[in-house]
Each structure stands twice: as C-alpha cells, then as structure tokens.
C-alpha cells in the first residue's frame, strides 16, 4: 500500500483537532497483520507484538474508538476476539449496534447499506459474509453520523476515496489509515520511548516498506515522518486538546 | 412441445450466430471455448458433486448476466465439469441460448436431458442446432446413404457407427445425435426408442466399442469426467490486468486467485521480502 505524504487527510486533521471523537474501526485493526500471502519470506505479526505495539497505544491515545457487532462476530482469531472483548468489557471499546436506531432512522440506515452495498461484494437481502462488516460499519457511520473509519481494507478504502462516496451517504466521512495513526502515536508520543517506538516504525516498515518496490515508492520511517511533520506538526502545535503521553504515564 | 414455428426460429438463430461469429457450418468442437471468449463469458468450471443418479444432476450450468451501472454487463457461465466432456459441451451451447435469449439474469439448468421446461426445451434445440446444423447433419447422412436422407432398413450397426462419426466429429452427445436424426426424418420413431435404450457409456457395450475405433483419442476424451476447476487462464489474466492497472491491491488478487485455487506464486507475482533492516523485535515476542 502506499502511504501519502503529499496531500493532507482532512480526516486526521479533524483528528488532531480533537482525538476524542468517535474513531470507528475495521476488522483489520484487531487482526495481526499477516503479509505471507504477498510477500515471500514474511510472516504473521505474533499477537503480543502486535498488541505491544499496536492495539495497547491505540487503545492508549483515543477514548472512543468503535466497532461495529458483525465485525466483533467475524473476528476469527481467538486472540483478537478476546482482545476485542476484554476491552469491550472495560469499557474502552464502544460497540455500534443497528438496534440503537429507532424505525425512523432504520429506515435511513437500511438505505445507506444498500445503497453502500452496491459498491461491493455484500448483498444486504442475502447477508453474506463478503464485504458485511465494511458495509454494516460505514451504514451505522453514514446513519450517526461519524466522521471517520479506520480501515487497512484497500476497498473500502477505495470508497472512501472515489467520488462514488458522495452518492452513498459517505460524503462528510474521512478515512483514517493505520501509517496516520503510526504518525500520530508516535508525534504524541504515544509509546514507550525506546521499544514502542521502535515497534511503530517496524509496523511501518512491515506494512509500507518490506518489498524492493515498496521502497521504491514510499519513504523509510525517518524520512516518513519527516514529510507527516510537514504537513501535521502546525496542526498539532495549534490543537489544544492533546492525549497524555506515555512519558507522562511513567513520570505521574 | 416445440412447435414447428419455435424450431424455425431457433435455427434461424442458431445460423444467424454462426455467421456473425465467423463460424461457417463445420464442426465446432472445443473451438466452442473460443466462443465463448469471443462473446466475453466468463466461464467458471466447477466440480459439482452429484450424488444422486445422472438424471438427477444437480446443475448442469447456469447462466448468471449482471448490468453495471453505466450498462456494461459482465456475463458468467458456471459449467459442472462431473459431467461427461460431451455433455459439458452441450450445457455451454446450451447456456449460450439463454446469453442470447434470455432477459433473465440468472438462468440455472439442471440436468438437460429430461427437462419438459419449454425454455429450457428451446435452449437444448438450439444447442443441438448449434453443434451440428440441421443441413449439415442431413449432409452427413446423405454422403452415407448414396444421397438419401431415410436410413430405413440400416442395421444397427452400420446406425451406431454413423452416430459414433458425428459424435466424433461434432462432440454432440450420442442422445442428442439419435434424437436430431429422428428430427430430419433419417429414423423412426421406433428405431429412436431403441437406440436410446443403448448405454453409450458402457466400456464394455457395442456403441462404445465402434466409438473407440473410429477416433480412440477424441471418443475417449468425449466420454471423461473432466472434474476441472477453476477459471479459464484468460479469465483469470483479467484478474491479473486489474491489478496491473492499479484497480485492485495485490492481497485482493491473492484472495480472488484463491478462489479458483490459484495462488500469486502461479503467475510470479508473489513480492519478495527485503530485509535489509532488522524487523526482529516484531517477532520475538513470540517467544517471550
């Protein structure tokens, strides 16, 4: 995947602006990420790496991050379903449930996902498993409305970039992406200063910079975050409300 | 029933096809794949068990069109390769009926032979049209019979080697050659029943026999269950130009690929690792 460091995500500066807003996310944030499929030689994150450095200074940084029921029912790894859940029960993870709406706004819900749908493998009438959790959260999203999802899916990414979105109910939501996220913990220094940091930019790399042609086309971690400065660091200078660091967290 | 004015119009139709399809009148055989990439199907070959008898095949194709929003549609035929070569040749000129009939975007055939379905009575005429031309079939009964198109008083034998050319040569199934030679008039009701009644499958019968010694290699192959999966390389090369172009990320190709039991490694296009760095605190928490 490639990262942009040309043009600003109005949706992390948004973020930035205030990272207590509601931050819906996709299945692929609680999975390990597994690139064996595609690149020969890799393989899966193990779980207490991925939750060191990934999913414990998510969890850290933003208050209301959110996911959907079917995507919690279609985490299949036991370890990111517990994960899941056992934040879910300390009240860290808000569950987005299609109940919440009364018949009015079901009614609104019901045709942004069949309207969102139609962009994808998911056919509502059917439910079938392809596609359903993209769907259900960015119809729950379409219906509140949030400003973001959080995805590493390159459809729905897709989605969130193509000016299809306009039509769907999906044009005020941003698409936040895990190398924004991977900035931004580490700006706000996010994690343990020496391994945790270390951890984001071995996700970068995992993620964004392991094949020849990756490199190619996107910028190790130094220079990365580098040009993320360029465009953001005003935006965090002139942003009052700002998580507590990690460093705080051993200080205090 | 077909009536003679629906006959008319299916072989008016089978021979409008073959012209514009530059097909001429001759035996089309696998050059039928072809056709069907000419006409931009996608065909997808799926083993689909059957359990139960022949006759109660489960599916035999199906036909499924799906209109995109700016009016490009993308047509799919799903072949069950359990079933015999012949038969599958069959089922894909038969679904090519309803690519160019139906207005029904789905059309799911169960097994062809025992349909009374008037649709689907249509579909397998035209097949049959298609594989063998009416004039063609009557040209091939005439060069055997000194110019008569009646084969009254042949004897089964010298019957079933005929068939067995025709099957060779036009890869139509051997019920389906028996029933278009009662259609031209070259046998009788009667004679039609009786043929059916051979097992034309059964190695060890007469039929398969005769079949055997005029083209051991193409007779053989007509009577296998292919039990193929997956879908054609040029299909699958669309998969690939998509990712090429940049419209799909290359683990959605991996995951698209896998469906038809194919992997990225199968087209060299699996990326290497370059590990130039090191990315081993990710991975030895793993034995922490």
Same mark, same amino acid.
Request: hydrophobic share 35%; charged share 25%; with cysteine.
């Given at each position: 995947?490639?990262?942009?460091?040309?043009?600003?995500?109005?949706?992390?500066?948004?973020?930035?602006?205030?990272?207590?807003?509601?931050?819906?996310?996709?299945?692929?944030?609680?999975?390990?990420?597994?690139?064996?499929?595609?690149?020969?030689?890799?393989?899966?994150?193990?779980?207490?790496?991925?939750?060191?450095?990934?999913?414990?200074?998510?969890?850290?940084?933003?208050?209301?991050?959110?996911?959907?029921?079917?995507?919690?029912?279609?985490?299949?790894?036991?370890?990111?379903?517990?994960?899941?859940?056992?934040?879910?029960?300390?009240?860290?993870?808000?569950?987005?449930?299609?109940?919440?709406?009364?018949?009015?706004?079901?009614?609104?819900?019901?045709?942004?996902?069949?309207?969102?749908?139609?962009?994808?493998?998911?056919?509502?009438?059917?439910?079938?498993?392809?596609?359903?959790?993209?769907?259900?959260?960015?119809?729950?999203?379409?219906?509140?409305?949030?400003?973001?999802?959080?995805?590493?899916?390159?459809?729905?990414?897709?989605?969130?970039?193509?000016?299809?979105?306009?039509?769907?109910?999906?044009?005020?939501?941003?698409?936040?992406?895990?190398?924004?996220?991977?900035?931004?913990?580490?700006?706000?220094?996010?994690?343990?200063?020496?391994?945790?940091?270390?951890?984001?930019?071995?996700?970068?790399?995992?993620?964004?910079?392991?094949?020849?042609?990756?490199?190619?086309?996107?910028?190790?971690?130094?220079?990365?975050?580098?040009?993320?400065?360029?465009?953001?660091?005003?935006?965090?200078?002139?942003?009052?409300?700002?998580?507590?660091?990690?460093?705080?967290?051993?200080?205090? | 029933?077909?009536?003679?004015?629906?006959?008319?119009?299916?072989? !008016?139709?089978?021979?409008?096809?073959?012209?514009?399809?530059?097909?001429?009148?001759?035996? =089309?055989?696998?050059?039928?794949?072809?056709?069907?990439?000419?006409?931009?199907?996608?065909?997808?070959?799926?083993?689909?068990?059957?359990?139960?008898?022949?006759?109660?095949?489960?599916?035999?194709?199906?036909?499924?069109?799906?209109? !995109?929003?700016?009016?490009?549609?993308?047509?799919?035929?799903?072949?069950?390769?359990?079933?015999?070569?012949?038969?599958?040749?069959?089922? /894909?000129?038969?679904?090519?009926?309803?690519?160019?009939?139906?207005? %029904?975007?789905?059309v799911l055939c169960r097994g062809l032979d025992h349909s009374s379905d008037i649709r689907e009575l249509k579909a397998n005429r035209f097949a049959a049209e298609f594989l063998l031309p009416? *004039?063609?079939?009557?040209?091939?009964?005439?060069?055997?019979?000194?110019?008569?198109?009646?084969?009254?008083?042949?004897?089964?034998?010298?019957?079933?080697?005929?068939?067995?050319?025709?099957?060779?040569?036009?890869? /139509?199934?051997?019920?389906?050659?028996?029933?278009?030679?009662? !259609?031209?008039?070259?046998?009788?009701?009667?004679?039609?029943?009786? /043929? =059916?009644?051979?097992?034309?499958?059964?190695? *060890?019968?007469?039929?398969?026999?005769?079949?055997?010694?005029?083209?051991?290699?193409?007779?053989?192959?007509?009577?296998?269950?292919?039990? =193929?999966?997956?879908?054609?390389?040029?299909?699958?090369?669309?998969?690939?130009?998509?990712?090429?172009?940049?419209?799909?990320?290359?683990?959605?190709?991996?995951?698209?690929?896998?469906?038809?039991?194919?992997?990225?490694?199968?087209?060299?296009?699996?990326?290497?690792?370059?590990?130039? %760095?090191? /990315?081993?605190?990710?991975?030895?928490?793993? *034995?922490?």
């Open positions: 995947m490639r990262v942009n460091v040309i043009d600003q995500n109005p949706a992390l500066v948004s973020l930035i602006n205030d990272y207590t807003q509601q931050i819906p996310l996709d299945a692929n944030f609680f999975i390990s990420f597994d690139r064996s499929n595609t690149v020969k030689g890799s393989f899966a994150i193990p779980f207490k790496s991925f939750q060191k450095f990934w999913l414990d200074p998510l969890f850290l940084t933003f208050p209301y991050l959110s996911i959907h029921r079917v995507v919690i029912n279609e985490l299949v790894s036991s370890d990111s379903r517990n994960y899941a859940q056992s934040r879910i029960d300390q009240g860290h993870l808000i569950v987005m449930e299609d109940s919440e709406f009364d018949s009015d706004t079901e009614i609104y819900r019901q045709s942004f996902e069949k309207a969102i749908a139609a962009h994808t493998a998911y056919e509502p009438e059917l439910d079938n498993a392809d596609d359903r959790g993209e769907v259900k959260s960015l119809a729950y999203i379409a219906t509140k409305p949030l400003n973001f999802f959080a995805s590493h899916d390159s459809r729905a990414l897709r989605l969130l970039e193509s000016p299809t979105k306009e039509t769907i109910g999906l044009s005020n939501v941003g698409a936040i992406e895990i190398y924004e996220l991977l900035y931004y913990l580490r700006r706000m220094e996010m994690v343990q200063p020496e391994d945790g940091v270390n951890g984001l930019k071995m996700i970068y790399k995992y993620l964004y910079y392991l094949t020849k042609k990756e490199k190619l086309e996107n910028p190790n971690w130094g220079e990365f975050y580098q040009l993320m400065d360029g465009l953001y660091a005003s935006e965090i200078q002139k942003s009052t409300g700002n998580p507590t660091p990690y460093r705080s967290f051993i200080d205090g | 029933m077909l009536t003679k004015e629906d006959l008319y119009t299916i072989e !008016e139709l089978a021979k409008e096809k073959r012209r514009v399809l530059e097909l001429g009148m001759g035996p =089309l055989g696998d050059n039928l794949f072809k056709v069907i990439r000419t006409l931009g199907i996608q065909l997808i070959q799926i083993p689909f068990l059957n359990e139960g008898e022949e006759s109660d095949n489960p599916l035999a194709a199906l036909y499924l069109s799906s209109k !995109e929003e700016d009016g490009y549609s993308i047509c799919y035929i799903g072949l069950n390769t359990t079933d015999y070569w012949d038969k599958q040749i069959f089922a /894909l000129a038969h679904e090519l009926y309803h690519h160019f009939e139906s207005s %029904d975007p789905f009416t *004039e063609k079939l009557v040209h091939e009964v005439k060069e055997k019979n000194k110019g008569n198109q009646d084969l009254k008083g042949w004897p089964t034998n010298a019957l079933l080697r005929l068939i067995a050319e025709i099957h060779c040569d036009y890869r /139509l199934p051997f019920k389906a050659i028996v029933r278009r030679l009662q !259609e031209v008039g070259a046998i009788s009701k009667t004679v039609l029943e009786n /043929l =059916l009644k051979i097992d034309a499958r059964d190695h *060890e019968g007469i039929y398969y026999t005769l079949g055997s010694n005029i083209n051991l290699k193409a007779f053989q192959q007509l009577n296998t269950r292919t039990n =193929l999966f997956g879908a054609e390389g040029e299909n699958l090369g669309k998969l690939i130009e998509n990712y090429e172009e940049g419209k799909v990320s290359l683990s959605e190709l991996s995951d698209d690929l896998n469906l038809f039991g194919k992997s990225l490694d199968d087209y060299k296009l699996m990326e290497e690792a370059d590990f130039d %760095d090191d /990315l081993a605190l990710l991975f030895k928490e793993e *034995e922490d």
